[in-house]
């Protein structure tokens, strides 16, 4: 946007003075202009004064640049007093709304606070996500479920492991060919280690597991995995 090189017509001293007494932004071509042409922006306030004084024919005079001698003189000096208020006044305005958009955005959250802590049972459906979280499949653990259910390896030393999910009580129990240290590792759905347990031979018994989803890992002495087990705690 260039700044204009003639001076302002008449018709946009009047748009600037409308959108100024409404407190809206000037173009930004005419602004350039007013801010280095103190005889537009004289001329642009005394219109203003002019129309804010109610008298709507003296106005319409001004805009077709009647003016006399003295009696323009004092409008401009009225005019830039006027100016450079609302200037102030347009600079100060702004962090005022700021204030006040954020003092809503408060009473907003107190009332969403407030909503919150009256029913209960709202309370009930952030501990249901809650449960429903413990019961995610792991992606990595599913895998490793999917591996085993389909493959049946032949070293594999313990076989048709069966599981009982009495309460938060899980039992396992299966056929093995010969006593053998075998390891259990509990994971939750998250894949946090929760139990290792040890057994020379059935059944096994996991207690306090809480609710979830569980994946089991069967290990042998050299902590090759045999199987992986995937359990529901409901
Ligand atoms: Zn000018």
Not at 135 to 151: A, G, M, S, Y
Not at 189 to 201: F, Q, V, Y
């Amino acid at each position: 946007m260039h700044q204009l090189k003639k001076h302002l017509s008449e018709e946009q001293i009047a748009q600037c003075a409308d959108l100024l007494q409404e407190r809206r932004e000037i173009p930004t071509n005419l602004q350039q202009h007013l801010d280095v042409c103190s005889s537009c922006k004289y001329e642009l306030m005394s219109v203003m004064e002019l129309s804010s004084s109610n008298i709507k024919v003296i106005s319409f005079r001004a805009r077709k640049g009647w003016m006399l001698g003295a009696a323009a003189l004092i409008l401009i000096l009225v005019g830039t007093a006027l100016y450079f208020n609302l200037q102030e006044k347009k600079t100060v305005e702004a962090p005022q709304m700021v204030q006040q958009q954020s003092i809503k955005l408060e009473n907003q959250t107190e009332t969403e606070e407030k909503q919150q802590a009256i029913p209960t049972d709202t309370m009930d459906v952030a501990v249901q996500s809650d449960q429903l979280a413990l019961f995610v499949p792991n992606p990595q653990f599913e895998q490793l479920v999917d591996r085993f259910k389909d493959q049946m390896r032949s070293d594999i030393k313990i076989r048709q492991i069966e599981m009982q999910v009495n309460s938060q009580q899980l039992k396992l129990t299966w056929q093995q060919s010969a006593p053998e240290d075998i390891t259990f590792e509990v994971y939750d759905n998250s894949g946090i280690l929760r139990k290792t347990l040890e057994t020379k031979s059935p059944p096994l018994i996991i207690e306090n597991l809480g609710l979830g989803l569980y994946y089991i890992k069967v290990m042998n002495a050299d902590f090759d995995l045999l199987q992986c087990l995937k359990v529901k705690i409901e």
